[in-house]
């Protein structure tokens, strides 16, 4: 529990808050990480949905 406080603990001594700028450049290294994670998965999303349409084409001629 110490260890976790005094790793909590941010530049001016308060326990449980990071600095600001920590805190804003960590939420946005998150958003864009997840937001990466979205459209990739998002694009893989569409290609296997194009390779299904495609089959689907194929077979009907």
Same mark, same amino acid.
Do not use: C, F, H
């Given at each position: #529990? @110490? %260890?976790?406080? *005094?790793? /909590? *603990?941010? &530049?001016?001594? &308060? @326990?449980?808050?990071?600095? *600001? ?5 960590? /939420?946005?290294?998150? !958003? /864009?990480?997840?937001?990466? !994670?979205? @459209?990739?998965?998002? %694009?893989? @999303? #569409?290609? #296997? $949905?194009?390779? $299904?349409?495609? $089959? !689907? $084409?194929?077979?009907?001629?």
């Amino acid at each position: #529990m @110490v %260890i976790a406080a *005094k790793l /909590a *603990k941010s &530049n001016d001594g &308060n @326990v449980g808050a990071a600095p *600001k700028d920590e805190t804003i450049a960590g /939420a946005i290294a998150l !958003r /864009a990480y997840w937001g990466l !994670r979205m @459209v990739s998965l998002l %694009i893989l @999303v #569409m290609l #296997m $949905l194009k390779e $299904l349409l495609l $089959l !689907r $084409l194929k077979e009907q001629q």
